[in-house]
């Protein structure tokens, strides 16, 4: 069962706001949907939340934070005072971006893994590398098999990479390539009982510099093995993809739903960033980052519809994220309450 948290003191003044805040879901989404939950809008909705009405949004168990959020107590900290807070904030896994991070004083893995299990933690995945030009760089093409016997010994059921295929650019014939490359990892981690996945950004969501018909990530999905690779959605960073890119190159409309791409292949999703961001056309990226449940997209909606499919509810792992947040302790604190608060509609 997920640790519940402390009702947060800015909590109604957020679910208030959300309830005023438009959509970033799209109609495509809708239509498959159906009209969808929304947050509560009333102070009174509030303690409805903690009173047991309505099924919780975010299934127990299943909120983890990426610890590249955190990294700056990390380095000034070290992990145990982190975990220590993680637990007090009610999350239930870690998502590594590295095993050190700059800790305060060194940490073998074996203590690593001791230590977040104390806290009631479990390390759910891990970002590494994809490729680099030293032979000697922890990443998958350079040292594949150091890197999944770390990720063996944290018990690691999924080990990723937050790198874009883009190693050999970004024409189809080089997609493909490397998606050949993420069938060997993806293969290899099998073999070892965990699950390779990549995490997006907005440009995997862009177009073939030489087929503007075709887009990279579908590319990406069609030419990896469903069994042995797999997608970490990066909520945020693929409805900035939609912002930015649908439209082709020369104009015409390329429209897409992100929430799509999970409904039609939910065994393809173990795991997801909760990301936030309020809408601002002027930004290149079509979003300014902000803390889980500060900004437009609608969570109650997104994790409610890949819950609700059947055999779904528990097959999911839910990591929030922000990559520059103002204070990083609070940010997991807001997040953590936002995303318990939510419930289902009765």
Partial sequence: MSRISQPDPELTHRLTRRGMLGVAAGATAAALLGAAATPATAAGETADKTSGRGRPVLPPGRLGIQLYSLRDKVSTLGFAPVFAELEKYGYDEVEFAGYTQGSA???????????????????????VGYYSDDPNAYTFAQNLTKVLDDAQALGLKHIGTAS?????????????????????????????????????????????TDNPKVRLYDLLLKETDPDLVFLEMDIYWAYSGQFRFSKRPDGTPAPFEPLNYVLRQPHRYPLFHVKDGVSDPANTYGYRMTDVGDGDIDYQKFISAVTRLKGERLAH???????????????????????????EKC
């Fill in 164 to 208: 874009g295929p883009f190693r050999y650019g970004s024409t189809v014939d080089a997609w493909k390539r490397a998606a050949e490359e993420f069938n060997t990892y993806g293969a290899a981690a099998k073999a070892r009982g965990m699950k390779f996945y990549q995490h997006n950004h907005s440009e995997e969501f862009s177009f073939a």
């Fill in 317 to 343: 792992h839910w990591q929030a994220e922000h990559d520059q947040p103002t204070e990083s302790f609070t940010f997991a604190r807001r997040s953590s309450a936002y995303l318990h608060s939510l419930r």
């Fill in 105 to 127: 004083g060194p940490i073998t893995l074996a203590q690593l893994k001791r230590l977040a299990r104390d806290h009631g933690l479990n390390p759910i995945g891990s970002h």
